[in-house]
């Protein structure tokens, strides 16, 4: 029977093993003898109250994963503490006191734990489009029961793409539902901080424990460890008793674990285990639910043609998105004006690189034919029918404002018009539109769509 439960213990101290650092191991868990195994309650001897307080309050979680599946579930867990006491005669004796595990004690308190997690990033303000529409769903399965479905989470995506506010909104809503769960976000250039601040301090161990009692750990930008093989090697471990006690591992980067280079074998097998999601850069359509979300909740009078021209210009980032829509309404409030198309031109600017290519009369065509649902033949024609000549002077007034094109060339392009048949088109439309504020706001609205749209 002793051979047998050597033999078992002998299986837990390699699944250990394989959890913790190798000085853990020695110092923790190596003075360990298992003295019997009855009825379902396993016995372990270890030499002092020291290192059975030390295993009750760090390594517990991780010993009872690891005796449950080794001896089985419903297993006891008591200690028997050898003590070196000193008789009248001087003569040293083993005395031992046994111990048995509290079932009933709690983990550590969270109400005053710092989970890092921003207040503002939330899945109440997470749109949710067709770049992002699976991430996020797994997201909220996953705050619902933490490590029981998808484990690690691994979210990637290009920059401003939204992987770190989903990680926060996971974070938060896991707080929400299971407020006893000790939730943490940090990037991984901070934790390879922390862990050379350690290892200068000589506290490698304690660095490590610390993470160990995490319930939900969140690592943003964690190809950020490439190249970092200590970094690494401490994050395997941390990683391999999270994902063995059942705690849940969210991890976000650029690319594909496969992509990132330097990150170590191991480490990128174990990141490839759960769920990989993808988070696409967000279509012009999701950029403009955005812009309207926000400038819904912060009551921001931004007209519908400002927010199809930033969701058009600055499509691809989300982050800056809220810069525009930020810088805007500074402006507005410091030179005390509306947010319109002008004050839009002057911010955007600043944030998306200007396209200075000029239009050409061809992009122009096309597209009001688009808009108004005719032919370029018809457009080109030489009727004089209406609206058809109406879109044609159009056409002409544009294309003298938006292209580089001489009047003849226009002309050309556009029928074979003559000089001075392009000259009288220009000045009908400009003397229609300082009269018709209809007809001026139309013309606005056909030249921003037009540069938009090529």
């Not at 525009?324 to 947010?339: E, F, G, M, T």
Request: charged share 20%; hydrophobic share 35%; glycine share 4%.
């Amino acid at each position: 029977m002793k051979q047998e439960l050597k033999e078992m213990w002998d299986k837990c101290a390699i699944i250990i093993k394989d959890n913790i650092t190798p000085e853990q191991y020695d110092t923790w868990f190596a003075c360990i003898e298992p003295r019997s195994y009855t009825d379902g309650q396993l016995m372990l001897a270890v030499p002092s109250q020291f290192v059975y307080e030390r295993l009750e309050t760090v390594y517990i979680d991780l010993i009872y994963k690891v005796i449950t599946r080794v001896f089985g579930s419903g297993v006891k867990l008591c200690y028997t503490i050898r003590q070196i006491q000193t008789n009248q005669a001087d003569d040293q004796q083993t005395a031992e006191t046994t111990v048995a595990h509290d079932t009933a004690t709690t983990p550590a308190a969270t109400a005053d734990f710092d989970s890092q997690l921003n207040p503002r990033y939330t899945f109440d303000n997470f749109i949710e489009g067709d770049s992002n529409r699976l991430a996020r769903s797994v997201g909220q399965a996953i705050a619902k029961n933490p490590a029981k479905t998808f484990n690690p989470l691994f979210i990637y995506g290009p920059s401003g793409c939204g992987k770190t506010h989903l990680a926060n909104a996971i974070g938060w809503s896991i707080k929400q539902q299971h407020p006893e769960m000790r939730v943490l976000y940090l990037s991984a250039h901070l934790f390879h901080v922390q862990y050379v601040h350690a290892v200068r301090q000589n506290k490698t161990n304690e660095f490590i424990s610390f993470y160990q009692t995490i319930d939900a750990l969140i690592l943003d930008d964690t190809h950020e460890l490439a190249g970092q093989t200590k970094t690494q090697n401490t994050f395997f471990h941390i990683f391999n008793h999270l994902h063995l006690t059942g705690k849940q591992i969210i991890l976000t980067a650029d690319r594909p674990p496969i992509a990132i280079s330097g990150l170590e074998e191991r480490l990128l097998t174990r990141f490839k285990w759960g769920l990989q999601a993808e988070i696409e850069r967000p279509t012009k359509a999701l950029c403009r639910a955005i812009l309207r979300y926000k400038a819904k909740q912060d009551a921001i009078p931004i007209p519908e043609a400002v927010i199809n021209y930033i969701a058009d210009r600055a499509a691809g980032s989300v982050r800056d998105l809220e810069g525009i829509l930020n810088s805007l309404v500074a402006h507005s409030v410091v030179y005390k004006c509306d947010i319109n198309m002008k004050l839009a031109d002057l911010v955007m600017p600043r944030f998306v690189k200007a396209d200075d290519t000029p239009l050409t009369l061809t992009q122009i065509k096309r597209y009001l034919c688009q808009h108004y649902n005719i032919s370029e033949a018809e457009l080109c024609s030489q009727t004089r029918r209406q609206p058809i000549n109406q879109i044609r002077q159009t056409a002409i007034y544009l294309a003298s404002k938006l292209t580089n094109h001489t009047n003849t060339q226009i002309g050309q392009q556009l029928g074979g018009r003559t000089h001075a048949t392009v000259i009288h088109a220009i000045r009908h439309i400009q003397q229609l539109a300082d009269v018709d504020t209809k007809l001026n706001q139309e013309l606005q609205e056909l030249e921003d769509e037009i540069r938009r749209s090529r």
